[in-house]
């Protein structure tokens, strides 16, 4: 009993710990909004595309409708689709010139890469912009969404911006899960560390919505110096912040909104082909996990089943805390705040399951995505090119 008290304590602690920097995070974290007077530099909007031809339209659409731009391009990959997506793409930008439809490199990649970032290195190769904006094909853009990135990018001297964008979640399945997106960075990272140190340790950054200065990310080798991470939009960040650039995550719930999985399948298959890397390999995983169910899972329980006063009374509070950490952020992201903040700790108990099953996947060499398996030529290894002179 005694020793189900202290964990139950340790891990309440740590929750309202962590719902207290959540509460410090809100109040620092940049919320950009509509630029002034339009930007004048030239942009280049990247998508890459494989088998997406339930949602691309949409995303397509709130791209060709940015407004506040005075000049720029959108240059689409199509990565081998063979589900129509390319048919979808040519018939909405068939009489916009600013659009352009690159065809990707089919089922073969080169040795040593993974799809994502390969497909993401030849849109920055082509792109013609000094600032190089990727989107995921899940996400719809609001009007001004773009030119209030890059206008935060200069405003922040920053070389990189990623806007998290509202996470909709419709059905059970997402609605436990997809809260944790923007949940996850603001409990967990030190906000005015990221913002100020060039340390890669303290980086958050999402692939849904990257604004990049094109000068340091060709200094620092593009995604080529990420060919093989496969949470490659963190590996950006890093690589740029181990050459002596910066980034921020900013708040982008204002300025896009995703959809990344439409139910339990894709969830499964989604989260499981890489929170294996999350946490770093072995022991970091391991931990990783036990951290979760300590702090949101354990308290919760005790909440509930504990015969000891003591014990309910400490898990009350971790439950009430974690509960409060998420209701502030679903409410700060125009997420849905009740009931849904009150199953956090269920959250937490799938999101460590879904590690657990990753870790497992990845060991048996099992994980594949949109039909490509994930093998393991080291997908974790961050290679660094030679640079240029960082930009201060």
Known sequence: MRLTRALVTAGSIASATLTAQIALNLAMVKKPSTPSSPISERVSILLPVRNEVHRVEPT????????????????????????????????????????????????????????????????????????????????TLNPHAVASGVATLRASEVQLVSPYPKQAAHSFSERITQPLVNWSWLATLPLRLAEHSKSPVWSAAIGQFLIIDANAYRACGGHESVADVILEDVGVLR??????????????????????????????EGYTKSLWSAFGRGPGSIGGVAAMLLI?????AA???????????????????????????????????????????????TFAGLTTASIARKRRGTITWKGRALDDTGLQRLRLQPVGTPRT
């Open 60 to 139: 397509l659409r709130s791209l060709i409708d940015q407004q506040g731009l005075t000049d720029f391009e959108i240059l689409v990959l199509d990565d081998g689709s063979t589900d129509g997506t390319a048919a979808i793409i040519a018939r909405v930008a068939a009489d916009d010139p600013r659009v352009r439809l690159v065809q990707g490199a089919g089922s073969q990649l080169p040795p040593g890469w993974l799809g994502k970032p390969w497909a993401c290195q030849r849109l920055g190769v082509l792109a013609t912009g000094s600032v190089l904006v990727f989107v995921d094909a899940d996400v």
């Open 239 to 268: 690589n740029l912040k181990r050459n002596g650039y910066r980034g921020i995550p900013v708040d982008g719930s204002d300025m896009a909104e995703c959809r990344m999985y439409t139910g339990a399948q894709e969830i499964y």
């Open 296 to 300: 949101y899972v354990l308290p919760a």
């Open 303 to 349: 909440t509930f089943t504990s015969k000891d006063s003591a014990t309910r009374r400490w898990g009350a509070v971790g439950y009430a805390s974690g509960v409060a950490g998420r209701a502030l952020v679903a409410r700060r992201t125009g997420e849905r705040v009740w009931p849904d903040s009150l199953t956090h700790p269920a959250s937490l108990a």
